[in-house]
């Protein structure tokens, strides 16, 4: 199993640019999270989903939107990038019966 | 809602000596907390875990210490070893969400030889 990739590993984007990231797991996880990671911060949650077709807001949802149409993959969207969107962004998955979160190896995103 | 704090944001220990990290959380009507370890470059990994029943749980060279009446949890990891030098994050379950876990800032722990 490769559990949660995440590609792609690094990107650096101009302001006003677009990206998607995108997230797989093979675990037939229900549950699909992504978070950013700011120095000195812990993780904090974007938006999430329980479950194909599914999307919900987490703490910090501006500037990003996420679509899961098929089970296994949750893609987060920057539709107008900023400088304050620079982060390593992780996906977790779960699978909803307990509270363990599997993490990807992350993304790291500049946007100049 | 909840907030996560770590009451140090660095710790150094020598290697083979005890380490302990700890956590403090706000909300009582949490009732799920993992430890997970974050390696350079890397995803958090998970480590141990424990359930608000519970105070004290082993794993193999960690423990996990749980203080509900302080809202309190420790990370003890026995004998450190080079190995362990990672940035320590405590996670708290946030009731009544879709299994959203709130995440402290994390202490970056270095083992000095």
């Known amino acids: 199993n490769a559990g949660v990739t995440q590609t792609p590993k690094f990107r650096v984007l101009k302001t006003g640019q677009s990206m998607t990231l995108l997230c797989a797991q093979d675990?037939?996880?229900?549950?699909m999270y992504w978070y950013r990671q700011d120095p000195g911060m812990g993780l904090r949650l974007i938006h999430y989903?329980?479950?194909?077709?599914?999307?919900a807001k987490g703490e910090v949802p501006d500037g990003y939107n996420v679509s899961r149409l098929k089970k296994q993959n949750f893609l987060l969207g920057l539709e107008s990038a900023a400088p304050s969107q620079t982060s390593v962004y992780f996906c977790?998955?779960?699978?909803?019966?307990?509270?363990?979160?599997?993490f990807g190896p992350g993304t790291r995103l500049t946007v100049t | 809602g909840e907030s996560v704090g770590l009451h140090l944001p660095t710790l150094s220990v020598q290697e083979g000596d005890n380490s302990i990290i700890n956590c403090a959380y706000s909300?009582?009507?949490?009732?799920?907390f993992i430890w997970y370890k974050q390696e350079s470059g890397k995803g958090p990994q998970f480590i141990i875990d424990?359930?608000?029943?519970?105070d004290k749980r082993q794993g193999q060279r960690v423990t996990v210490l749980l203080n509900k009446t302080v809202k309190h949890l420790s990370l003890q990891i026995a004998a450190t070893q080079p190995g362990d030098s990672a940035v320590y994050f405590c996670?708290?379950?946030?009731?009544?969400?879709?299994?959203?876990?709130?995440f402290g800032s994390g202490t970056q722990l270095t083992v000095l030889p």
């Open positions: 909300n009582s009507a949490s009732d799920y």
């Open positions: 675990m037939n996880h229900e549950y």
């Open positions: 989903s329980v479950g194909e077709g599914t999307t």
């Open positions: 424990i359930r608000s029943n519970m």
């Open positions: 996670a708290v379950s946030t009731p009544g969400s879709a299994r959203q876990l709130t």
């Open positions: 977790a998955s779960s699978s909803g019966q307990g509270w363990e979160q599997y």
